[in-house]
């Protein structure tokens, strides 16, 4: 898996937003501090339109955000959100030029597509915080953190130890994301490669059954069987029905990973949360849990 060139002071990121439309003070909240570090900054034609409740039509999208990937000069892709959207758009985007010269795409949620597109390339991205996040507390750890990794340092995370671990250690590559992209890109060109991966997911705002169903599916594919380790972060604002669905977010996952023999951890600082820690899609992990320890560190 290629790495891009990390960053220096100078190198110009490009702020996109090929999903949902954004409020412009969160970029130009974003804009502002990425300068006052040191880099170079475009905010591209389209990245505060919008279209219903897209940042503007398919094909203003997709032109921002081709037009980035092919710019040899643009060394980051920060998405300003997610939202909805990216998957309107994946099948027309033409990565060769990406291939020959790659960047980071920095963004979570919905970005969860790119991240896949760029992995099935052989190109390393960054499962981050995004726009609003900046704009709310640009001093926040997990902000600095993404410009950590950006400069070639390797960061380390731990979690509180949880009930519903599985203890081992687990050495592999790292991919995933948000649950929901990846259920909705099952049966497509676009679907995950679990085989010999350590999987991470995370959610927002679902019904628990769907949960549920969603996990059926990446089990009865294979997916779950042929894993190295599964990180589980944060499932957000679940919903349950009138009758209960009867598990937790946590147990369900549980549920359907319990015949296997990985280590597991759960309670990751990974998700639609305040400390959504930023994760290198592609890069080598170990993930330890025991008793004592629950840790996910760059190798």
């Excluded at 398919?58 to 980035?68: C, F, H, I, S, T």
């Excluded at 600095?144 to 380390?156: A, M, N, Q, R, V």
């Excluded at 490669?193 to 628990?208: G, P, Q, R, V």
């Excluded at 599916?217 to 972060?233: F, T």
Aim: aromatic fraction near 8%; glycine fraction near 8%.
């Amino acid at each position: 898996m290629k790495t891009p060139p990390y960053l220096s002071k100078g190198s110009r990121i490009t702020i996109v937003s090929p999903a949902g439309y954004i409020n412009p003070d969160f970029v130009m909240s974003a804009k502002k501090y990425l300068k006052s570090n040191g880099y170079e900054v475009e905010i591209s034609e389209h990245c505060l339109g919008r279209h219903n409740q897209m940042a503007g039509t398919d094909e203003e999208r997709l032109a921002d955000l081709q037009q980035a990937l092919d710019n040899p000069q643009i060394d980051a892709i920060l998405c300003s959100r997610g939202g909805y959207g990216v998957n309107h758009i994946l099948g027309n985007l033409n990565m060769s030029k990406f291939k020959k010269h790659p960047k980071w795409i920095l963004g979570f949620s919905d970005i969860t597509n790119l991240h896949i597109l760029a992995s099935q390339n052989g190109v390393k991205s960054l499962h981050c915080q995004m726009a609003k996040a900046i704009h709310n507390n640009h001093n926040a750890e997990c902000i600095s953190d993404i410009f950590k990794i950006l400069h070639g340092e390797k960061i380390s995370y731990t979690a509180k130890p949880n009930e519903l671990n599985r203890k081992g250690t687990a050495n592999g590559t790292l991919i995933g994301g948000n649950m929901s992209i990846i259920y909705s890109l099952q049966g497509t060109d676009f679907a995950i490669d679990c085989d010999d991966k350590i999987l991470f997911i995370e959610d927002l705002n679902e019904y628990l059954y769907h949960l549920d169903r969603m996990l059926l599916n990446l089990k009865m594919s294979g997916k779950l069987a042929k894993l190295r380790g599964l990180v589980v972060g944060t499932f957000s604002d679940m919903k349950d029905n009138a009758s209960p669905f009867g598990k937790t977010a946590y147990e369900i996952v549980k549920a359907h990973t319990e015949e296997y023999s990985y280590p597991v951890g759960f309670g990751f600082p990974i998700g639609h949360i305040d400390d959504n820690r930023p994760l290198v899609e592609g890069g080598t992990y170990k993930l330890e849990i025991s008793d004592t320890i629950c840790s996910l560190k760059m190798a």
